[in-house]
Nanobody
Framework: QVQLVESGGGLVQAGDSLRLSCAAS????????MGWFRQAPGKEREFVAA????????SYADSVKGRFTISRDNAEKTTYLQMNSLKPGDTAVYYC??????????????????WGQGTQVTVSS
């Protein structure tokens, strides 16, 4: 079955960096657009970043633009989220997601079929 496994979360201080990884199995990774979302306590799950199948096209939420970078390694079946200059407002559970719909990348939750279990990122001030 399809599995997306996130890792790399943790507790850091404001201004620090983290790199999240999402390892995929059970699907044709190179045929999947990938995305990262996050959910803070009491809030809706929100879009963070997305990347096309080949990695040439990306999209970011305004709140993370210039600080976060999404990338992928199709040979390793892994997508990454490099997070720099972290802020307390970035504290959330981060989820990766996969979509095999036609299209370059997707920014809405409903466009994704497969989800990971999430990894906690906590940024202290």
């Amino acid at each position: 079955q399809v599995q997306l496994v996130e890792s790399g979360g943790g507790l850091v201080q404001a201004g620090d960096s983290l790199r999240l990884s999402c390892a995929a199995s059970g699907l044709t990774f190179s045929n999947s657009a990938m995305g990262w979302f996050r959910q803070a306590p009491g809030k809706e799950r929100e879009f963070v970043a997305a990347i096309s199948r080949g990695g040439s096209s990306t999209s970011y939420a305004d709140s993370v633009k210039g600080r976060f970078t999404i990338s992928r390694d199709n040979a390793e079946k892994t997508t990454y989220l490099q997070m720099n200059s972290l802020k307390p407002g970035d504290t959330a559970v981060y989820y990766c997601a996969a979509s095999q719909r036609a299209g370059a990348y997707f920014v809405t939750k409903n466009s994704y079929t497969y989800w990971g279990q999430g990894t906690q990122v906590t940024v202290s001030s």
